[in-house]
């Protein structure tokens, strides 16, 4: 699997590059083709960073990532 630096993901956040990742867990996944994530933001969220510790305080599991592509692992 591909592994992928913090500043890598950082680039993925819906304005610098046209792919639009968040990771969560330890694994990157792609969430460019979800409606919610449009230009990088999901209500308080932002793409390009890691949201593990921000799950917590959102209204859905992690169940949610299950229908999203991993592009790889955050290094």
């Known amino acids: 699997m591909l592994r992928f630096t913090k500043a890598q993901l950082s ?3 819906g304005q610098d ?3 639009i990742w968040v990771a969560f867990n330890g694994l990157i996944y ?3 083709a979800s409606k919610l994530w449009r230009k990088g933001k ?3 969220h932002w793409a390009g960073q890691d ?3 921000e799950l917590k305080d959102a209204p ?3 169940k949610v990532f299950e229908k999203f592509i ?3 692992e955050l290094n």
């Open 11 to 13: 680039l993925r956040n």
């Open 17 to 19: 590059k046209p792919e």
């Open 70 to 72: 991993i592009v790889g």
């Open 60 to 62: 859905h599991t992690d």
């Open 51 to 53: 949201l593990t510790d």
């Open 42 to 44: 999901h209500y308080e």
């Open 30 to 32: 792609d969430v460019t």
